[in-house]
Nanobody, 124 residues
């Protein structure tokens, strides 16, 4: 059974940083592109970032560019999202997802497995 477990969320002040982790079990992430999405209350789920199989190619949503960095450690079967210069509008539940395709995608429907999410709250 596949599990993606996010951790590292919490409450921080604007301008601060958080590092989210996504630990996978039941699948080998080196065979998957991985992505991060987020969903704020009353809003649709939004693409944040994706990373390809090897980790050499990354893409970011407009809200994440220049502030967030996605990375992966295939040996640890874990994906990370380093978030810096956080803003109150970054407040959301952050989800990790796995895509069987090699390249990664910004489309929710391209992902095969999802975690339960971790809450990130940024105070002003």
């Amino acid at each position: 059974q596949v599990h993606l477990v996010e951790s590292g969320g919490g409450l921080v002040q604007a301008g601060g940083s958080l590092r989210l982790s996504c630990a996978a079990s039941g699948l080998t992430i080196s065979n998957y592109a991985m992505g991060w999405f987020r969903q704020a209350p009353g809003k649709e789920r939004e693409f944040v970032s994706t990373i390809n199989w090897t980790g050499r190619t990354t893409y970011y949503g407009d809200s994440a560019k220049g502030r967030f960095t996605i990375s992966r450690d295939n040996a640890k079967n874990t994906v990370y999202l380093q978030m810096n210069s956080l803003k109150p509008e970054d407040t959301a539940v952050y989800y990790c997802a796995a895509d069987r395709g090699p390249y990664g995608s910004s489309r929710i429907d391209d992902y095969d497995y999802w975690g339960q999410g971790t809450q990130v709250t940024i105070s002003s």
